[in-house]
């Protein structure tokens, strides 16, 4: 099991959805960073659960506790470790997995590559729990970040059929998504968004997205082609982030459907800097940045943990078995899932960079 990633800003993740804690460490971070606590707790909060019928109901308060690395709140040189306590398992909702694994998770993959191992409790190290940590990650790293002049935003672009305002690639604009409750540009969309998660809770079944992601400031010539491209760091990094299936940059698959001469971004001078008139290639070229905003999309899909019964077997008896899956779960975890895009872009773009 690999739980580490990064270069220069190395970043490991530890801890199960059930343990008594999880946590992340972060090596190599500059020192002499002041690091605002209050604007980490405010980002963390944004992926919390318990908050409405949209999300969980498992509440966990989610306060990190710094073990070493800050002096005065400010980053000393040293690894910066950070540790949340659980306090909000209820293990016994998994009993009935342990030998009968869930459809679309990893319990039986984890249970042939670990020999039956693996902790099945609330998904054990493959939960959606461990965002947590790469939340409070992110959100150190995309401090040091606005210091650069490079800011990170997403928003819900597609909830099932229902799409947000398309975005505008060359000028990125200030969205404001990380002060909605229910992360979209177009409020009026947010309504039909939620009316088809609703539908999918009261139906005991769950629902799938897309998260777009613009990061903005970062200037021409960051990448190492041909394996350590900017889009290979960063699918590398966001496929760690549970339920993703999916990513791509600018046009991305649309690309499919124009000739070169629609799809290609012509140069032009703006105030005297270089730069494209479009933006389809999402701001990477050969895997190097070329000045413009990088884009990205993400593919979220439904929540595997739904109520409907469900077909499985029995691990011992090798027998075809009915599965109803109890707990707390979340109908749709893509408003969740933003601040974590935005989380695991930052903790990328900062290795990139430094």
């Known amino acids: 099991m690999s739980s580490m990633t990064g270069d220069k800003i190395k970043i490991s993740v530890f801890g199960q959805s059930h343990s008594k804690g999880i946590g992340v460490v972060i090596d190599g971070l500059p020192a002499g960073q002041k690091i605002d606590m209050e604007k980490v707790l405010k980002f963390m909060d944004r992926r919390a659960p318990g908050k409405n019928s949209l999300s969980t109901q498992r509440k966990e308060s989610d306060t990190p506790e710094i073990l070493s690395g800050l002096v005065n709140g400010v980053t000393c040189g040293a690894p910066l470790c950070m540790v949340i306590y659980n306090e909000n398992q209820h293990s016994s909702d998994y009993n009935n997995i342990i030998d009968t694994p869930r459809p679309s998770h990893a319990d039986y993959s984890a249970y042939i590559r670990y020999n039956g191992f693996n902790d099945v409790s609330g998904g054990g190290h493959f939960s959606g729990r461990l965002t947590a940590p790469l939340c409070f990650a992110g959100a150190v790293c995309m401090q040091i970040l606005e210091d650069m002049g490079v800011e990170i935003q997403a928003h819900i672009q597609k909830i099932k059929n229902v799409y947000d305002d398309k975005i505008d690639f060359v000028n990125i604009g200030k969205w404001n998504t990380d002060t909605k409750a229910f992360p979209v540009i177009n409020d009026e969309k947010s309504k039909e968004m939620i009316a088809e998660i609703e539908k999918a809770r ?6 799938g997205g897309v998260i777009e992601c613009a990061v903005t400031g970062v200037k021409a010539g960051f990448g190492n082609p041909m394996f350590d491209g900017v889009e290979n760091k960063l699918a590398k990094n966001i496929f760690g982030i549970p339920a993703v299936k999916g990513i791509e940059f600018g046009n991305g698959f649309d690309a499919i459907d ?6 290609n971004d012509e140069f032009c001078i703006v105030d005297g800097e270089i730069k494209t008139k479009t933006n389809n290639a999402g701001g990477i070229n050969g895997g190097i940045t070329n000045g413009m905003p990088i884009v990205f999309r993400t593919a979220i899909k439904p929540t595997p943990s739904i109520f409907k019964e469900q077909n ?7 027998t075809e078995e009915k599965l109803q899956i109890k707990g707390r779960h979340d109908p749709c975890i893509v408003q969740r899932a933003v601040p974590v895009i935005e989380a695991v872009a930052a903790i990328t773009i900062l290795d990139l960079l430094v």
């Open 202 to 207: 009261e139906n005991g079944d769950s629902v």
């Open 312 to 318: 499985s077997i029995s691990l011992e008896n090798k």
């Open 258 to 263: 124009l000739y070169g001469s629609e799809n």
